[in-house]
């Protein structure tokens, strides 16, 4: 069963009822050692949105997080990984989200850039990337709590929009 397109209304665009992933990259979570802040605040921003969020954890591990993107992507029309963005040796979520995407959406990788950069230069470290995989929109955005919800609040307003057009529809609104 395909997940359903947002609708259309007088407000504008709705995310009520979207289903979504969020799958929080971490070692130190994955192994219990780390409670997920930004996993939990992802999914309150969703959540109050109007998405129905899931969460999953995953190791920094290449394939391990390509695998999880694509699982996700089968069930949900968001999905938003967190963490591994970075420049450290074990950040590879924007290597492993690249091998699995169908197009790339970079502009709201520089839209996620530009609303970080007026709140602290440290955004300008991350190496997120966004993009599609059929239905699904695909976004990468920090590990820390903070630079998490900037940076998914940055392009809020835009995934609903996105969300129709990978879904077929492309009516102007």
């Known amino acids: 069963m395909s997940p359903s397109i947002p609708e259309c209304g ?5 995310l009520d009822d979207t289903p979504a992933v969020v799958i929080t990259v971490s070692d130190g979570v994955s192994a219990g050692v780390r409670e997920d802040l930004s996993g939990a605040a992802l999914e309150d921003l969703l959540t109050n949105n109007g998405f129905i969020v899931n969460r999953m954890l995953v190791a920094d591990e290449t394939d391990d997080i390509a ?88 392009v809020l307003d835009v995934i609903p929009h996105a969300i129709q057009l990978l879904a077929g529809d492309t009516r102007h609104h």
């Open 10 to 14: 007088a407000s504008g665009l709705s």
């Open 67 to 154: 695998d999880a993107i694509m699982n996700a992507s089968s069930s949900a029309q968001l999905v938003v990984t967190t963490g591994g963005t970075g420049f450290s040796h074990r950040d590879v979520t924007p290597e492993a989200t690249e091998s699995v995407l169908e197009k790339e959406a970079p502009g709201l990788v520089h839209a996620m850039l530009a609303g970080g950069l007026k709140k602290t230069p440290m955004a300008a470290l991350t190496r997120a990337r966004a993009g599609s995989i059929g239905g699904t929109l695909v976004i990468n955005v920090p590990g820390s709590p903070r630079g998490a919800t900037e940076s998914l609040e940055a």
